[in-house]
């Protein structure tokens, strides 16, 4: 698979098997986000990864559209270490390098928002200082798993201006 293919197809995927992802192709999604650039390469995130099953059903309900963390093989936890206008873009980018090294690799992905940041930290041990907004669940899509039929992208001539606005 090349990286414009990986672009164009991958999908949300929040329904998972229960074959577990080997821990080499977990480190190998990790290794992707970590290789993210960032601004002034400040790095400036942890990622906890949660495989314990009781913590990823806790997670679960700390968000409205997070039910997916519960049946995920591993959820990783996107924390970032500043309060500057750039951290939650550079979370952004390793967050995403993850989602398609994962994809790759076969393994599913979807972002969950965490509506109760204060009790997600809490939950994790996580310092309050920080910002612990967004978790991703993985593992391989479930036989049945679909894409919700929302998600196509609108087109290139409404999204893109050339020039000036
Ligand atoms: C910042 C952000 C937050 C998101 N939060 C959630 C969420 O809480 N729950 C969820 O199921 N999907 C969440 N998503 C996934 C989007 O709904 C999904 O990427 C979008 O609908 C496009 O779907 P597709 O990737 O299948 O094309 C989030 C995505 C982003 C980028």
């Avoid at 577990?20 to 400040?42: C, F, H, M, W, Y």
């Avoid at 049946?71 to 500043?82: I, K, P, S, T």
């Avoid at 939950?123 to 196509?152: K, R, T, W």
Wanted: charged fraction near 20%; hydrophobic fraction near 45%.
């Amino acid at each position: 698979m090349n990286v414009l293919d990986a672009i164009q197809k991958r999908r949300a995927v929040r329904s998972f098997s229960d074959q577990p992802v080997p821990a080499d192709v977990v480190e190998t999604i990790l290794r992707a986000g970590s290789r993210a650039q960032s601004s002034k390469n400040s790095q400036p995130w942890r990622f906890i990864v949660v495989r314990n099953r009781e913590t990823l059903t806790a997670l679960s309900l700390l968000g409205k559209f997070a039910g997916h963390v519960a049946g995920a093989d591993f959820a990783v936890c996107y924390v970032g270490l500043e309060q500057a206008t750039w951290n939650s873009f550079d979370l952004g980018q390793a967050a995403a390098q993850m989602q398609l090294a994962a994809h790759e690799l076969g393994v599913g992905s979807c972002i969950a928002a965490m509506y109760d940041q204060e009790a997600a930290k809490e939950l994790l041990g996580v310092p309050p200082e920080m910002n612990f907004f967004c978790v991703i669940s993985f593992g391989y899509p479930s036989a049945d798993h679909q894409p919700l039929v929302m998600g196509g992208r609108n087109p290139l001539d409404e999204t893109v201006r050339w020039e000036r606005w």
